[in-house]
C-alpha cells in the first residue's frame, strides 16, 4: 500500500474545502452559490460520472460475478447500518433538526471521491473496479434510504406519496441507468464518453467547494464543543468499519464471497462522512452547517484512521 498517496488524497480534499472558504470569505462564492453548485452537481456532474464509470468498465463474467457479489454486500451493509443509526441517534437525545445529519454520517461514506483513487492505491486495479460497483449501489441507497433517513422526522415529511417525490431525483435515476449501461455492455462513442468524463470530473471538486462555503458559516469553537458530533465521528471512521471487518470476518468463507470484494467493501465503510450530505442538506432544507462541519471533522481524523484500516486489510488478503 502506498502510504503517501493515500495521505495525498486525503490532503487533495481538504484543499478543496480551503478554496471554497477562501472563496466565501472574498465573496467569490456567497451565501447563494450553494444553491448553483447543489443543482450543477445534482443534475449534471454526478450523472455524467456514474454513466462514464459504468460504461468504461470491462464486462468478463468473473468480473460480473465479482460485481455482482459486491454490490449485493454493500446493499446488505448499507441497509443494516441505517437500522444501526436510526438506534445511535435516538441514544445520543439529537435534536430534531440534527437527526437526520447524524443518522447519515454513521451510515455513508465518501466512498465514490475519495474512495476510487485510495481504492486503486490500497487493492489496484481491481480493486478500484470493486469500489465503483459498490458505489454504483450507495449512490442508490444515499438517493432513496438516505435521503428517507434524512426527513423522515421532520415536522414538514407529509404524506407517503410526498415523500416518495422527495427522494426521487436525477442522481437516483442516473444511478439505475448505470448499472444497465455496465450489466448490458453499452458503450459511449468517443465524443460522449469524453463528455461525460470530464464532467463528472467536476462531481467531487464540486462538492468540496460546497463543504468550504458551508463550514465559513460556522465557528471551529462550535464544532469542538458538540459532542454529539465527536461521537458520531468515531463511529463514522472506527467502529463502523471495525465492527463490519471483524464481525463479519466469517462471510467470505461460509457464504463464498470473494475476499477482495469483502475488503473493498469494508474498506469503503471506512471513509469518511459523504460529501452528499452537505448536497442533501441543502436541497431538503436540513442542518446543513452540521453536514459540513461532520464532513470537514471526519476527513481531518481520517487521515490516522484509513491507512490503519488500509494496512489491516491488505494484511488479511496476505494470509487468507
Not at 454513466?51 to 470491462?58: G, I, L, N, V
Not at 476510487?116 to 441507497?141: D, H, K, Q, R, T
Not at 467547494?209 to 463550514?215: F, H, K, M, P, S
Amino acid at each position: 500500500m502506498e502510504l503517501l498517496l493515500v495521505l495525498q488524497k486525503i490532503l487533495s480534499m481538504f484543499l478543496i474545502i480551503f478554496v471554497g472558504a477562501f472563496g466565501f470569505k472574498i465573496n467569490w462564492l456567497p451565501k447563494e452559490s450553494e444553491k448553483y453548485l447543489t443543482t450543477l452537481m445534482i443534475n449534471i456532474s454526478c450523472p455524467c460520472l456514474v454513466f462514464y464509470s459504468m460504461q468504461a468498465q470491462e464486462r468478463t463474467q468473473v468480473m460480473a460475478g465479482k460485481a455482482i457479489q459486491s454490490a449485493v454486500f454493500m446493499a446488505v451493509i448499507l441497509i443494516l447500518c441505517c437500522f444501526i443509526s436510526i438506534f445511535i441517534v435516538k441514544l445520543l437525545k439529537a435534536p430534531r433538526e440534527d437527526r437526520g445529519i447524524y443518522r447519515m454520517m454513521i451510515v455513508f461514506t465518501n466512498c465514490g471521491f475519495m474512495g476510487y483513487p485510495l481504492a486503486e492505491a490500497v487493492f489496484g486495479s481491481e480493486g478500484l473496479f470493486l469500489e465503483i460497483i459498490a458505489n454504483m449501489i450507495f449512490n442508490i441507497v444515499i438517493f432513496s434510504a438516505g435521503a428517507l433517513l434524512l426527513i423522515y422526522d421532520q415536522e414538514t415529511t407529509g404524506t407517503l406519496k410526498d415523500t416518495i417525490k422527495k427522494i426521487f431525483s436525477i442522481p437516483l435515476v442516473s444511478c439505475i441507468i448505470g448499472l444497465i449501461i455496465f450489466f448490458t455492455g453499452i458503450k459511449f462513442p468517443p465524443l460522449i464518453a469524453d463528455t461525460c468524463e470530464l464532467l463528472g470530473n467536476m462531481t467531487a471538486p464540486l462538492a468540496m467547494l460546497l463543504v468550504g462555503v458551508q463550514l465559513c458559516q460556522s465557528k471551529v469553537s462550535k464544532i469542538v464543543r458538540n459532542y454529539r458530533l465527536l461521537i458520531i465521528t468515531i463511529i463514522r471512521l472506527a467502529v463502523v468499519p471495525a465492527g463490519l471487518f471483524f464481525g463479519l470476518m466469517w462471510v467470505p468463507k461460509v457464504l463464498h464471497i470473494d475476499p477482495l470484494v469483502f475488503c473493498v467493501v469494508c474498506f469503503a465503510m471506512s471513509m469518511p462522512a459523504a460529501a452528499y450530505i452537505a448536497v442533501l442538506a441543502t436541497r431538503y432544507d436540513s442542518n446543513k452547517i452540521l453536514a459540513a462541519e461532520g464532513i470537514f471533522l471526519t476527513t481531518m481524523f481520517s487521515l490516522f484512521t484509513i491507512p490503519v484500516f488500509g494496512m489491516i486489510f491488505n494484511i488479511y488478503l496476505a494470509n487468507v
